[in-house]
C-alpha cells in the first residue's frame, strides 16, 4: 500500500549545522509530497511541498526536490537554528483522476531534530 | 483571520464511555479531515467530510463517526472507547475546488488530546 518512510530521529545538532532527514515514499501513480512540523504543543504545519517530479519546495532555508527515480523527498537546511528544534514529517496525497488531491494525507512517523546553541 | 479550532483541548474518559471533538475550520474552508496520532507516531487519516457528507475514510472501525453541519464545523464521535484510543485528534480544514477534491494545502488545527483510563 501506499507509505511514507523516514529517518528515525531524534536527530541532534548544533546551532548552523547543516541538516538532511531523508524521506522515502511508496505510492501509485505520481503523489504530491509535503514536509509537515510540529512544535511543542501544537498542531501541524505546512512548510513545504512539490506536486510533480523534480519540483523543489522551500521555505524558510529548508528545502527538499522531488525525485520520482528514487522515489525520495529528502528535507535540507545549511544552517540550523535553536528555533528549528521541532518534529518533522514528511506525508504524500494522491492525485484524483482530475489532477486534484485526494485530500487525505499519508504521513511518516516523524523525526524530532533538537538544535543544541 | 482564525484559524481551525478544536475543543476542547484536552479530555479524560474511562474506557467504555463516549466521546465527542469539536473542530471550526478556517475561515473560508469547507472541508474538513480528521487525523488519530498516537505517541510518538504520524497521523493516521481518519475520514473527510464535504457537503456534510463523509467522502473518504481510513482504515478505522465504525466505532468512529462523524459529522459536518452547514456551517462547515466538524464533530468527532468516538463510542464504546478503549484505552488504544488515547491519542491527539487532529482536525484539518481545506476548500474543495471541483466535486469534493480537495486540492493541496490542509490547515490543522493545535489537536484535541484524548485520554482514555
Known amino acids: 500500500g501506499d507509505s511514507v518512510t523516514q529517518m528515525e530521529g531524534p536527530v541532534t545538532l548544533s546551532e548552523e549545522a547543516f541538516l538532511t532527514i531523508n524521506c522515502t515514499y511508496t505510492a501509485t501513480g505520481y503523489p504530491s509530497l509535503f514536509w509537515y512540523v510540529q512544535y511543542p504543543g501544537e498542531g501541524l504545519q505546512l512548510l513545504l511541498k512539490?506536486?510533480?517530479?523534480?519540483d523543489k519546495g522551500s521555505n524558510k532555508g529548508f528545502e527538499a526536490t522531488y525525485r520520482k527515480e528514487t522515489t525520495s523527498f529528502h528535507l535540507e537546511k545549511g544552517s540550523v537554528q535553536v528555533s528549528d528544534s521541532a518534529v518533522y514529517f514528511c506525508?504524500?496525497?494522491?492525485?484524483?483522476?482530475?489532477?486534484?488531491?485526494?485530500?487525505?494525507?499519508?504521513f511518516g512517523k516523524g523525526t524530532k531534530l533538537s538544535v543544541k546553541p | 483571520d482564525a484559524g481551525v479550532t478544536q475543543s476542547p483541548t484536552h479530555l479524560i474518559k474511562t474506557r467504555g464511555q463516549q466521546v465527542t471533538l469539536r473542530c471550526s475550520p478556517k475561515s473560508g474552508h469547507d472541508t474538513v479531515c480528521w487525523y488519530q496520532q498516537a505517541l510518538g507516531q504520524g497521523p493516521q487519516f481518519i475520514f473527510q467530510?464535504?457537503?456534510?457528507?463523509?467522502?473518504q475514510r481510513g482504515n478505522f472501525p465504525d466505532r468512529f463517526s462523524g459529522h459536518q453541519f452547514p456551517n462547515y464545523s466538524s464533530e468527532l464521535n468516538v463510542n464504546a472507547l478503549l484505552l488504544g484510543d488515547s491519542a491527539l485528534y487532529l482536525c484539518a480544514s481545506s476548500l474543495a475546488v471541483t466535486s469534493g477534491r480537495v486540492y493541496n494545502e490542509q490547515f490543522f488545527g493545535p489537536g484535541t488530546r484524548l485520554t482514555v483510563l
Open positions: 506525508a504524500l496525497s494522491l492525485k484524483a483522476p482530475d489532477g486534484g488531491s485526494q485530500g487525505n494525507l499519508i
Open positions: 512539490a506536486t510533480k517530479a523534480d
Open positions: 467530510y464535504y457537503e456534510e457528507e463523509e467522502r
